[in-house]
């Protein structure tokens, strides 16, 4: 589910750094470095770019979606081994302080885990469906207005 919020997270910024362009708080420019490195960037080295982290790329999605960085936060700390994955997610500890261990996780979040899905995949439709194709028409559209501006530009670079 993590990898659900990061890939959704991904096509949010994507989409907020076509409407910095198209509002001219971005350059055409920036925006092709920043999105070779969303999309190129890597963080054994495979590639040329360096990654960006997750979690600043979140803290800009909560602007539009609240809620969602907190939501992503929740994931990681069952995902890592920390104090809620160790002594809570899988164990059970009772009054003489003897541990059970055993998987807790669906009987602990099993239910929020499934709304928390629902609302992944209805933001990515939203997200993919409606918000992108619009963005993107409207991007081609400013691309081709200002073609030979940019031409010019990418000569010069």
């Known amino acids: 589910m993590r990898s659900g919020f990061e890939t959704l997270a991904t096509l949010i910024y994507l989409n907020q750094l076509m409407q910095q362009v198209l509002d001219g708080k971005l350059s055409f420019g920036a925006f ?17 770019h360096q ?4 979690v600043t790329i ?9 809620g969602i960085e907190k939501l ?29 261990f055993s998987n807790r996780w669906m009987e602990l979040h099993g239910a929020g885990h499934l709304e928390s899905m ?24 400013w691309i081709e207005v200002r073609d030979i501006e940019l031409e010019a530009a990418r000569k010069k670079a």
């Open 32 to 48: 092709g470095e920043k999105t070779t490195v969303l999309l190129l960037g890597s963080r054994d080295g495979s590639t040329p």
């Open 118 to 141: 629902d609302l992944c995949m209805t933001t990515f439709y939203d997200e993919y469906q409606v918000v992108w194709p619009a963005l993107m028409e409207k991007l081609e559209s």
């Open 72 to 100: 992503y936060g929740m994931l990681s700390e069952s995902a890592h081994p920390n104090h809620e994955g160790m002594v809570i997610g899988y164990s059970d500890m009772n009054e003489e302080y003897e541990a059970t």
């Open 58 to 66: 979140l803290q800009k999605c909560d602007k539009r979606y609240p």
């Open 51 to 54: 990654a960006l982290n997750i």
